[in-house]
T-cell receptor
Framework: RKEVEQDPGPFNVPEGATVAFNCTYS??????FFWYRQDCRKEPKLLMS???SGNEDGRFTAQLNRASQYISLLIRDSKLSDSATYLC???????????FGTGTSLTVIP | NAGVTQTPKFRVLKTGQSMTLLCAQD?????MYWYRQDPGMGLRLIHY???????AKGEVPDGYNVSRLKKQNFLLGLESAAPSQTSVYFC???????????????????FGPGTRLTVL
């Protein structure tokens, strides 16, 4: 079983739409959770960390459900510039390693 | 600050050749990582280092060796390249992800721009 699983998409949405991505993880001892963004042929960059109580950064909202072991990312009022691949990342039980999902592709259409 | 840099950006090797990828960071991070990214597989950890002079195996270490002689540098070596090692290689660095003073933001990994390696 993979450590982190994501729906690969692709998600094609019109500008202004709201889109949600989910991610599940297998290790209940994981303590750190993140969403990274990766543009085509570029390196991943941190979008936001995910806290137990949920957190929001502008149009982006991240949620963590420890009981069900899943993480979500909600993007409101989608912009063309949001088009990218979104990677779910979870740390190992030792904390030293990070496991990446395969990524969810988003294309925002004019 | 340059952040994380990788050398080279592109390389084509023949099967059996050897090469070394260099990663350098100027953020005084303790932890450094080497990942490979393949279509449909996501990023997979090859090796990592928790400090100068120490290295550890990740998820897919076979066929690779690493060294961390200086805190700011992390080298990835391929002794005898194989076509299965054709991939995009990313280096990353971070502060100690097991510390953090109560904030997860200190666990952020900073990535280099990647090295595209083709083995023929």
């Amino acid at each position: 079983r993979k450590e982190v699983e994501q729906d690969p998409g692709p998600f094609n949405v019109p500008e202004g739409a709201t889109v949600a991505f989910n991610c599940t993880y297998s290790n209940s001892a994981s303590q750190s959770f993140f969403w990274y963004r990766q543009d085509c042929r570029k390196e991943p960059k941190l979008l936001m960390s995910v806290y137990s109580s949920g957190n929001e950064d502008g149009r982006f909202t991240a949620q963590l459900n420890r009981a069900s072991q899943y993480i979500s990312l909600l993007i409101r009022d989608s912009k063309l510039s949001d088009s990218a691949t979104y990677l779910c990342v979870v740390n190992s039980y030792t904390g030293n390693q990070f496991y990446f999902g395969t990524g969810t592709s988003l294309t925002v259409i004019p | 600050n340059a952040g994380v840099t990788q050398t080279p950006k592109f390389r084509v090797l023949k099967t059996g050749q050897s090469m070394t990828l260099l990663c350098a960071q100027d953020m005084n991070h303790e932890y450094m990582y080497w990942y490979r990214q393949d279509p449909g597989m996501g990023l997979r950890l090859i090796h990592y280092s928790v400090g100068e002079g120490t290295t550890a195996k990740g998820e897919v270490p076979d066929g690779y060796n690493v060294s961390r002689l200086k805190k700011q540098n992390f080298l990835l070596g391929l002794e005898s390249a194989a076509p299965s090692q054709t991939s995009v290689y990313f280096c990353a660095s971070s502060y100690n992800p097991t510390s953090g003073g109560g904030t997860s933001i200190s666990n952020e990994q900073f990535f280099g721009p990647g090295t595209r390696l083709t083995v023929l």
